[in-house]
């Protein structure tokens, strides 16, 4: 669930001491209190207009992501330039190829299953951080390029169903997925799709019903609408939690400055896990590919 906390007396840590098992900070209150999410077993969902601070969220996550030891990172980004300077720190890195999106997904999808015939095996229902077993964060920026726009529409249906199995299964095995979209329409995000993320963050919205589309049905009615963000109020939005009410947040925001630097020191402490004899392959069928 989503907890706002007072800020640290102790700093925060950084480097190899995180976790994804750990809450992540993702921005302040109206307060100024910091909002933490635990993502290891929740989805998350981001849209909004153009330019509202859904990049800024999704890579606040894989700043979070790309410096715990727990985590390996897929990241599919259609612009390339978004997600692209944390391709160094990521296992898999998809731009504007929707079969390269499709075979990501697909092998996923086996690691997925492997995952869940090993927690049978084990007569479990859910990874844990005691396991040992790497948290495989995907990231999507922008689900409409892949889904609506590049490739054949059987090739955008296909993507749709990998992903929406991906967000029902995954997180329970060890595979959050964080999507963000600027086409929040029921033919992008239908509620079938939606209901299936924990976490759902509303930015700018040019209409109540587009915000109802992120947040779920009757809650611009209520008062949280996203309509209501300032244009020039770029990274504040709605975060919903399951079974919640919508906070108001302002998302962290990093500079292309301090992304940079975070994702080469990230990329330095990842190096001996990059190798292939120590990293299996997501290829790989066997139930030691789920590590």
């Known amino acids: 669930m989503t907890t706002t906390t007072p800020a640290p007396t102790a700093g925060i840590p950084v480097g190899p001491g995180l976790s994804m098992f ?9 307060f100024g209190q910091h909002v933490n999410i635990t993502l290891a077993y929740r989805n998350l969902l981001a849209g909004g207009e153009p330019g509202g ?15 715990s030891v727990d985590s390996r990172l897929v990241l599919l980004d259609g612009k390339l330039v978004e997600l692209g300077q944390w391709e160094d720190c990521a296992d898999a890195f998809i731009g504007p190829d929707i079969t390269a ?19 049978r095996a084990h007569g479990r229902r859910k990874v844990t951080a005691a396991d040992g077993l790497s948290v495989i964060t995907v990231l999507v920026d922008e ?11 059987q090739e955008q249906e296909e993507f749709v169903a990998l992903l929406r199995d991906l967000v029902a299964r995954g997180r329970a095995a060890g595979i959050p997925v964080v999507a963000a979209t600027q086409r929040p329409s029921f033919d992008i995000i239908p509620t079938s799709l939606r209901d299936l993320f924990g976490y759902r963050a509303a930015f700018r919205c040019t209409t109540p019903n587009s915000s109802n589309i992120v947040l779920g049905h009757g809650w611009a009615e209520q008062g949280y609408t996203a309509t ?10 709605y975060l919903i939690a399951e079974g919640g ?30 190798l292939p004899d120590l990293i299996p392959d997501l290829t790989r069928l066997d139930l030691g590919a789920a590590a």
Not at 22 to 30: A, L, R, S
Not at 53 to 67: D, F, V
Not at 101 to 119: E, I, P, S
């Open 22 to 30: 750990d809450p992540i900070f993702v921005g302040i209150d109206e």
């Open 143 to 153: 689900i409409a390029f892949y889904s609506a726009t590049v490739g054949t529409k």
């Open 53 to 67: 601070g859904k990049s800024g969220l999704l890579n606040t996550i894989a700043a979070h992501a790309a410096l």
């Open 101 to 119: 999106a499709l075979d990501v997904l697909k092998r996923l999808q086996v690691v997925m299953n492997n995952r869940y015939a090993w927690l």
């Open 228 to 237: 209501d963000i300032q244009p020039t109020n770029q990274g504040a939005a």
């Open 245 to 274: 009410t919508p906070q108001r947040i302002k998302v962290a925001y990093l500079t292309d400055a301090q992304i940079a630097g975070i994702a080469d020191y990230a990329a330095w402490i990842r190096r001996p896990r990059r």
